[in-house]
């Protein structure tokens, strides 16, 4: 059963420039809609965050932060329990960052900067130096690549049946070929629809999705083994290679680094 609860910010959060909070949510628990009059940076920790930005999904695992400008209604749902850190910068500071919601490319600067707030629990700069380490921080999430949704959706006729599908059964390996004579149409005509809706093509959307699950599945202390296997992969050095290509790092690098920090 899904747990609803409902966002209380600070009594004082509309007189702050910045703030920060360091969250845990429990596994199926729904952040109920709302949305503040200050921008927010949500940096997932562990597992995969999924949520909801004025009716567009944004999926996102660790490491690629998620903004939410000013006004925004949005929601979450947490499948697995997530650890998520939140940067809120009021909306005068906002000057630099995206109108509209979407993923950054932080610099590897950005998280060591988080981290080190986090480490101390620092819940606002209070310090000259913490202040001058927060600019740093808005900087460079000035500077970050702007990237959508990490597994984009869409309601095209011939794909949403097809992504739907996948997503109840990651491990299903049918060929695009094969699918396209499901619904009725030609594999080159799904290619385009692939480039066209989604920003990738199918191989990438699938391999993504696969990710998405094998990060959830490595938090519940899975075997690199089995998750292959659970994935539809023929070899875990199979599932390594995907891996390594989305992340940049194994699994089991991946784990130890996203296991679940404050």
Not at 35 to 45: D, L, M, P, S
Not at 89 to 94: E, H, Q, T, W
Not at 106 to 124: F, K, Y
Not at 246 to 253: L, V, Y
Request: with cysteine.
């Amino acid at each position: 059963m899904t747990r609803q609860l409902t966002y209380i910010a600070p009594q004082d959060a509309d007189s702050l420039p910045l703030f920060l909070r360091y969250e845990q949510a429990n596994a199926r628990t729904e952040y109920l809609p709302h949305a503040h009059r200050w921008g927010q940076v949500i940096f997932v920790k562990s597992n995969v965050l999924e949520l909801m930005v004025e009716n567009e999904r944004l999926l996102t695992p660790a490491g690629l932060p998620v903004w939410v400008p000013p006004g925004k209604l949005h929601a979450s749902y947490n499948r697995r329990q997530a650890h998520f850190r939140t940067l809120n910068i009021a909306a005068k500071r906002c000057h630099g960052l995206p109108q509209q919601a979407c993923l950054l490319d932080a610099s590897p600067l950005v998280h060591a900067i988080m981290d080190d707030l986090a480490a101390r629990v620092i819940q606002q700069p209070q310090t000259a130096a913490d202040q001058r380490l927060c600019d740093v921080l808005l900087d460079q999430l000035r500077l970050a690549e702007v990237r959508q949704s990490y597994l984009p959706a869409t309601d095209d006729k011939y794909l949403s049946p097809i992504l739907a599908a996948l997503e109840q059964d990651p491990a299903d390996n049918t060929t695009l070929a094969q699918w396209a004579q499901r619904v009725y149409t030609t594999e080159r005509t799904l290619s385009r629809r692939c480039q066209r809706c989604l920003g990738m093509s199918f191989s990438e959307w699938r391999q993504r999705l696969r990710f998405l699950h094998a990060v959830a599945l490595l938090a519940r202390g899975k075997s690199v083994q089995d998750i292959a296997f659970e994935l539809g992969y023929s070899s875990a050095s199979a599932l390594i290679v995907m891996f390594v290509q989305q992340a940049g790092t194994t699994p089991e690098r991946y784990r130890l680094q996203h296991g679940g920090a404050t």
